[in-house]
């Protein structure tokens, strides 16, 4: 079983729509989450981190599921700039200093 | 501006070659981390340095060597190069522990062995 497991999708969905995905982690002991986002082309940028209450940022909703060992996003109102890959990122082991991705799932928006 | 800064961007060589890549942050951050994507695009760690002390040395050929002149720059050198050496290389630094602080990540270098 990979140590972060991602559905690659691509999940094409026209603008203004709503579209999640999951993020398996194996490491139930892991505590720390977050979701990057990366461009083609470009660098893995912080999205945002997930909290374990679950949290928001703008269109952004993040959760974790501890029990199931797994993290969420959810993009609501989609716009064409949110085209892009989603890097699901975990701190697995807490007194290890490596974070591990997993290999993103592609998001396009379309007009 | 510029936060994490990469030299070169793109990298064009022959199998055999030895290159190098140079790394800079300006954000004051002690920690700096050496990745590489694939084709497949998973980003994998291979070095980590806190204040210039090697922390993460993940399974990577002694082709690999990684160095750190001070806090704010992590370079890495290849000897040897490899087709499968042909990827992309990031840098990125964080603040202390990776596991709870965002990793800022450098454009990228685009390594391309022929």
């Known amino acids: 079983r990979k140590e972060v497991e991602q559905d690659p999708g691509p999940f094409n969905v026209p603008e203004g729509a709503t579209v999640a995905f999951n993020c398996t982690y194996s490491?139930?002991?892991?505590?720390?989450f977050f979701w990057y986002r990366q461009d083609c082309r470009k660098e893995p940028k912080l999205l945002m981190s997930v909290y374990s209450s679950g949290n928001e940022d703008g269109r952004f909703t993040a959760q974790l599921n501890r029990a199931s060992q797994y993290i969420s996003l959810l993009i609501r109102d989609s716009k064409l700039s949110d085209s892009a890959t989603y890097l699901c990122v975990v701190n697995l082991r807490s007194n290890d200093y490596k974070l591990s991705f997993g290999a993103g799932t592609t998001v396009t928006v379309r007009a | 501006d510029t936060a994490v800064s990469q030299t070169p961007k793109y990298l064009v060589t022959q199998m055999g070659n030895d290159k190098s890549i140079k790394c800079e942050q300006n954000l004051g951050h002690d920690t700096m981390y050496w990745y590489k994507q694939d084709s497949k695009k998973f980003l994998k760690i291979m070095f980590s340095?806190?204040?210039?002390?090697?922390?993460i040395n993940e399974t990577v050929p002694n082709r690999f060597s990684p160095k750190s002149p001070d806090k704010a720059h992590l370079n890495l050198h290849i000897n040897s190069l490899e087709l499968g050496d042909s990827a992309v290389y990031f840098c990125a630094s964080s603040h202390r522990l990776a596991g709870a602080y965002e990793q800022y990540f450098g454009p990228g270098t685009r390594l391309t062995v022929t």
């Open positions: 490491n139930s002991a892991s505590q720390s």
């Open positions: 340095y806190n204040n210039k002390e090697l922390i």
